[in-house]
């Protein structure tokens, strides 16, 4: 039997967060993922991940990311890793008829309302404008609706879970990797967690074990929490020089959530573009999900949302991977205590748009689980607003 104060189950980006977090407040944590982090089997791989502060998806995610790019700041300055890079971030919506985005209608308007309450430095552009200012864009219309957030951009997600673990095992943090978790249990005021075949008795878990985590807690997760497969693609292009140094974007160009796309600017010394969009039709699980990416999906995901928008990429695949999203009802993060453990802390359901604001989540658990004083509210993110859901009272 191995004691701890505080376990964390899963360390992709909201658990490698949240222990680096308890490691700087001196708390006795112990991290436990079945793989061995950073690495490309759920949802926390494909060398960049968008982040935006301006969060369209509600006011409410704001300090999270706020904070996020300040601890990844004072990270790339303790490990010379770098981590965040604010190349800028364009979201661009038709000018007329309806868009959505993670389920919210009107998103280039809920991202300008964002920025102008929280001061976050933006300019409201129409697409003729963008279009002259970032001409490898070359399908926006001239009344396209975008949004320029100049210090938005993107981090690099493998590295930045790397850091925190690396700092985290530093300052005393303990860690069990390629170990499975089956079974957690409060008893009384404790939690025993069998790790194959062992014992760790915890005063407080911390579960952030993304699509793993409905088959480990049951109900309602079970019921709450949906996994979709979707499909990252990397393409050659033609000549990378208007790429180069260009910002991030987030084209909505119809009226579904899966009517856009996002893509990233080449990587220093690269010469392939990063390309995706989203899909929540079809759900997998993490132990069923097809890993393989076929020829006709990349071809399909040219044909029908870069081709004619976005200058110079080729037909030629130069890498394509899938990843898992588990996705929430709302499309909202779950940052709440288990229904039936108390002291159980369920974090992530990242619902495809967590990990911009993952270190300043590990912040807002850490000081929950510890008791401490927190700046974050995290009542929007409550079980409490399933609760009237079919989804939580299915049988």
Known sequence: MERTQVAVIGLGAMGAATLYQLARRGVDAIGIDRFEPPHA?????????????AVGEGADYVPFVLASHEIWRELEAATGEPLLEACGVLVVAPGSGASSHHGKPDFVGRSI???????????????????????????????????????GGYVRPERCIAAQLSQARALGARLRLRSEVTVIRQEGDVVRIGVDGDEIVADQVVVAAGAWTAP??????????????????WFRLEDVTPHAGGP?????????????????????????????????????????????VSSAESAEMRRTHIAGRVAGVTTEVAQAAAC?????????????????????????????????????IGQAVAEAVTGGPSSFDLTPFSLGRFEMSPEWHAS
Request: net charge negative; aromatic share 10%; charged share 25%.
């Open 41 to 53: 089997l759920g949802s926390s791989h494909g060398e960049t991940r968008i982040t935006r502060q």
């Open 324 to 360: 898992l999203y588990t996705v929430t009802p709302d499309n909202g993060f779950i940052i709440d205590r288990h229904p039936q453990q108390d002291r159980v802390m369920v974090v992530s359901a990242c619902s495809g748009h967590g990990f911009k604001h993952s270190a300043g």
């Open 248 to 292: 991030v974007i987030i084209w909505m160009h119809g009226t579904g959530d899966e009517d856009y796309f996002y893509g990233f600017p080449p990587l220093p010394g690269d010469d392939r573009l990063k390309v995706a969009t989203e899909q929540y039709v079809a759900a997998t699980t993490a132990e069923t999900l097809d890993r393989e």
């Open 113 to 151: 309302e964002t920025a102008r309450a929280f001061d976050i430095p933006h300019e409201v552009l129409d697409g003729a404008e963008a279009r002259r200012r970032f001409p490898q864009f070359v399908g926006l219309a001239s009344d396209d609706k975008v949004y320029y957030e100049p210090n």
């Open 216 to 233: 480990l807690l049951g109900p309602p997760f079970d019921r709450l929490l949906t996994v979709s497969r979707q499909v990252l693609h």
